[in-house]
């Protein structure tokens, strides 16, 4: 798809938005996967039975493991953008 050698130039430029397009929606579902992961993860490891209402155990459980994941996910995806630069360079 990255081969528009034979498209004009209208033809390229709504080639390059509808990538865009494609790449934002692919940004989305994977920030979805992502939640949903989450949600999986710390309802099995903090939520014993569901009741009307989240006790203070269980809602402090929910965000300290939320905030462990996003820290992770930041530390190894900084880490990674890290070692491709040293890489690039």
Known sequence: MDNFENFNTS?????????????????????????????????DKCVDSPGSKLDYRTETCLVSCVERFIDTTLTITNRFTQMVQKGAH
């Open 11 to 43: 033809e390229k430029a709504q080639a390059a938005e509808l990538q865009r397009m494609i790449a934002v929606e692919q940004q989305k579902a994977q920030f979805q996967a992502q939640v949903h992961n989450f949600t999986d993860i710390c309802w």
